[in-house]
């Protein structure tokens, strides 16, 4: 039977939120029903580690109280999804990992503690490549997670198990992080909107770090509002994390419906035709798409960002270095997992052989690699100057463009297993979303359209530190015109 908490749960959260505020239901009815439908997404997609029904009805009837004494919650009773690698007060965090099985985390990330003030009750943790390395959810230690959209493909990663958590209707919202693209790209593959703010726009305080000076949690929705919606809510200074922006963002909500009209759009020279080739059903939504803004009042230009060829090299170099470094702290001692050895090394040895996956140990060999005596200059030192290099050009793009316009990946979901022993293609899909990382940019990936074999397309949108708000309201162009695609064959009913 449906009910209408089923009904609210196939909507978007903002319509949820109002119901729910306008005590039409409860927070507590709602999550019972998201939580009837995360167990199914458990089963059928992968896409939950640990599911918190105890906490999350707790949660709900707290919501309840406030809503009862007249407190205003944006998202009253917003089922949310977390990424495993991001902590919530009481619930494990293995970031995907064996080396932090056991490890339950003592507080909220900061962007958590802000959701749940702002009225989501959170229902789980995420599947996620470990530590947020990779592209497809496959470097997870439990197991891969199934696309909604093709129970046969990737949702992308490394937030996959959020962005297939969302598709699959098992919750309205969710969030992940993004370091290279992980939000985006599964937004991508699974027909979501998702954001990657302005670095330091986002607390990272309570994330698992991988590479610090690129990190950023960020929304997965069905929707821009619904994404906007939260990115304000996880937004804001925090003493807790010293590279987050000191002044308060502004009007993240206040251009949702400005259109695009008078705005230049750069369409991105270097992403016509990316090393790895790019899918012909995506060139044709990135036209699509070009189109749509055009005809909302946009002009379209073509710029060009020279380094963007490079950035994929520089990326894998710098957030190798800085997880080589970030990684060395679970050693057995402090977090998760511990193996006895002979003496400490001995320790350090055995626990991190048998905790970290292949791909992990790939990036601490290569990170540690880049930055030893001798090779520090010729790696490490080399890319940050090509990571200095593309802000510049990214700043020169920008005089002549307000957005740059590209695909989010250069193909849509491939198939579970097809990239997994070759992890320089797995890089390359990370072509188009590597350099706004590295810029510190804002940028948002949108449903655009669907491949012939009917799997989503997204297109990215960039801009300039802080243009969040001008990416929501030519987002929502792109959004109102492409049409909706309806529910994936396989989401939760
Ligand atoms: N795919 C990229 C990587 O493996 C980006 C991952 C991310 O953003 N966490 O590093």
Redesign the pocket.
Known sequence: MTTDFDLLLDGPAHDLAEAVSARRVSAREVAEASLARVGRSRELHGAFLHVAPAAALAAADEVDRRVASGEALPLAGVPLAVKDNINVAGLPSTAGSRILEGFVAADDATCVARLKAAGCVVVGKTSC?EF????SNESSAFGPVKNPWDLTRVPG??SGGSAAAVAAFAVPLAIG??????VR?PASFCSLVGVKPTYGRVSRYGLLA?ASSLDQAGPLARSVRDAALALSAMAGPDERDSTSIPAAPRGLLDRLEAGAAGVRIGLLAEAEAPEGGLDPDVGSVLDTAARILESAGATIVRVSVPRVPFAVAA??IL?TAEASSNLARYDGVRYGARREGDGLSGLYRATRSAGFGPEVKRRILLGTFALSSGYREAWYERAQRVRALLALDFAEAFRSCDAILCPTAPEPAFRIGEKGADPLAM?L??VF??PA?LAGLPALSVPAGLSRERLPIGMQLAGPEGSEPLLFALGREIERAAGAWGRPPGAIR
């Open positions: 490549d947020g390395m990779g592209s990663g490394s992080t993004d370091t290279g693209g992980s790209q991988y990326y894998y957030a890089y899909a990370d979303t590597v990382s």
